[in-house]
Structures are given as C-alpha cells and as structure tokens.
C-alpha cells in the first residue's frame, strides 16, 4: 500500500537541514568567499575592460550569474548528506520509520532548496551593495521575484544531487562526479558572455543547459534584460524550461532516494 505523505516528516527532515546549515559557519563562509571572488575578480576587474553587455556594467550582467553559481554549489553539494546519512547510520533510522519515502526526500529537497536560496539572497544583498543594480522601485518587485526563481533552481538541483548522492556510497566519489558535472554548467550558463555572441554550436550547448534559464529569468528580474535569442517573451520560455527541469529533477531524486539501500 502506498503510504500517504506526511507533513510532520516533511517539516521535520526539513528543520533538520536548517539547522545543520546554520551549525556549518564554515561551510558558509567559504561558500560565500568563493562566490564573492568571482564577483569581485570579473565584474570589477575583467568589467573594467570590457565596459559592459546590453546597456548595463559588466557587474551588473554577470552578478545574476554568479548568484547562480552559488545556488548551483550549494544546492547540488547537499546531495551529499545523503551519503553521511548512510554512513552514519541515521539513514536507516529514517529508512524504518513508519513515513513514505517521499515525505522524507521531500523535506531533503525543501531545506537544500531554502539553505541555498538563503546564500543566493545574501549574494543579491552583497552584488548590490558593490553597486550592481540601480535602486528603483521595480527592483524591489523583481528581487521578490528573484527569491522565487532561486528557490526553483535550487530544487531542481537538490533534487540531481539527492539522486547522485543515493546512487553512490562514497563522498570521493560523489564529489568528483558532481564537479564534472558542475563545472560545464555553470560554464555554459552564459554567465560571463552573451549567447547570441557565441559560435552556433555553443548556443545549443547553452540552450540544453537548464541554468543558463535561470541566470535568464534572474536578469530579468533584477536587471530587467533577458536574451533576445528566446524571443519576445523571453521570460515565460526561460520559466517554462526552468519549471520542467525541477519538476523532472525533483521526480528523479524521489525515484532512486525511494529505492536507495541501508
């Protein structure tokens, strides 16, 4: 019998991740470092010879990108809890319990989803005062919606790292395929150049890849500019392709988490 879902598991495994990410202060502060790096090394240094894309600063276009970068490290790489869990025992103690499977990934996915955002709102705050968006009224609007696009990215990839993580037993492992993984995707995102200027069969590349959406969907957002490679409405495609590649991540980390073994 199928066993229902179950809200007080969900906000539980959920809690649980909150507080571990809040007890990792160096984890967070490396995270953020790295991030800050980027920004701080391409968008006030390489920024000062490039001048700028699409009629705003350097910083401006590629903040959005690296906001997404942290999501992308910090969303993927909790998929490795899974991995502890087993090992330490306490997967087996979820395992057993009288919830469904999918309760319990659920809430994995929904607290990677929020630490993650939680670090990507803090870039925003952080890109902002380095002077990457100009203070309007409707930046205001977009930042709210910004949070939300960052929440679906951040599904979406602890829902790969959830699967990655319940297919392998060792961290090595798991860490090395999924900076094989991470690297081309934050690459071809098209966070450092525009895709209408790179050659034919880099746009496919960047087109097949499911963060180059959501770096699309965050200048929008904040910076009101999205490429006009995806036509007139821009936006909807990029929140389209976005919606489909969390709800077909989210779908796969609770399908090889429910068959996972202790």
Same mark, same amino acid.
């Given at each position: 019998?199928?066993?229902?879902?179950?809200?007080?598991?969900?906000?539980?495994?959920?809690?649980?991740?909150?507080?571990?990410?809040?007890?990792?202060?160096?984890?967070?502060?490396?995270?953020?470092?790295?991030?800050?790096?980027?920004?701080?090394?391409?968008? !006030?240094? *390489?920024? $000062? #010879?490039? @001048?700028?894309?699409?009629?705003?600063?350097? +910083?401006?276009?590629?903040?959005? &990108?690296? %906001?997404?970068?942290?999501?992308?490290?910090?969303?993927?790489?909790?998929?490795?809890?899974?991995?502890?869990?087993?090992?330490?025992?306490?997967?087996?103690?979820?395992?057993?319990?009288?919830?469904?499977?999918?309760?319990?990934?659920?809430?994995?996915?929904?607290?990677?989803?929020?630490?993650?955002?939680?670090?990507?709102?803090?870039? !925003?705050? *952080?890109? $902002? #005062?380095? @002077?990457?968006?100009?203070?309007?009224?409707? +930046?205001?609007?977009?930042?709210? &919606?910004? %949070?939300?696009?960052?929440?679906?990215?951040?599904?979406?990839?602890?829902?790969?790292?959830?699967?990655?993580?319940?297919?392998?037993?060792?961290?090595?492992?798991?860490?090395?395929?999924?900076?094989?993984?991470?690297?081309?995707?934050?690459?071809?995102?098209?966070?450092?150049?525009?895709?209408?200027?790179?050659?034919?069969?880099?746009?496919?590349?960047?087109?097949?890849?499911?963060?180059?959406?959501?770096?699309?969907?965050?200048?929008?957002?904040?910076?009101?500019?999205?490429?006009?490679?995806?036509?007139?409405?821009?936006?909807?495609?990029?929140?389209?392709?976005?919606?489909?590649?969390?709800?077909?991540?989210?779908?796969?980390?609770?399908?090889?988490?429910?068959?996972?073994?202790?």
């Amino acid at each position: 019998m199928v066993q229902p879902l179950s809200f007080q598991a969900i906000y539980v495994i959920l809690l649980r991740e909150l507080k571990r990410y809040w007890r990792a202060k160096a984890r967070i502060i490396a995270s953020m470092a790295q991030s800050l790096f980027f920004l701080v090394t391409f968008g !006030m240094g *390489l920024g $000062g #010879f490039i @001048g700028g894309f699409g009629g705003v600063t350097y +910083l401006s276009y590629i903040s959005p &990108g690296i %906001i997404a970068m942290s999501l992308l490290f910090a969303s993927i790489f909790s998929g490795v809890s899974v991995i502890f869990d087993r090992q330490f025992g306490f997967l087996k103690e979820m395992l057993i319990a009288p919830v469904s499977r999918t309760s319990i990934v659920i809430g994995k996915i929904l607290g990677g989803a929020t630490t993650a955002s939680i670090q990507g709102v803090i870039m !925003m705050v *952080l890109a $902002g #005062f380095m @002077g990457a968006y100009v203070l309007t009224p409707r +930046l205001f609007i977009g930042a709210v &919606g910004a %949070i939300g696009v960052m929440l679906l990215i951040t599904a979406g990839f602890v829902g790969l790292g959830v699967a990655i993580g319940s297919l392998l037993n060792d961290f090595h492992a798991f860490q090395l395929l999924v900076t094989f993984v991470m690297w081309p995707l934050f690459i071809l995102s098209g966070v450092f150049f525009p895709i209408d200027a790179a050659p034919p069969i880099v746009q496919i590349a960047i087109l097949l890849d499911p963060l180059f959406y959501g770096v699309e969907l965050l200048r929008w957002c904040l910076l009101g500019t999205i490429t006009p490679i995806l036509g007139p409405i821009g936006w909807l495609i990029a929140l389209a392709a976005l919606f489909a590649f969390t709800a077909v991540m989210v779908g796969v980390g609770t399908y090889f988490f429910s068959r996972a073994e202790v």
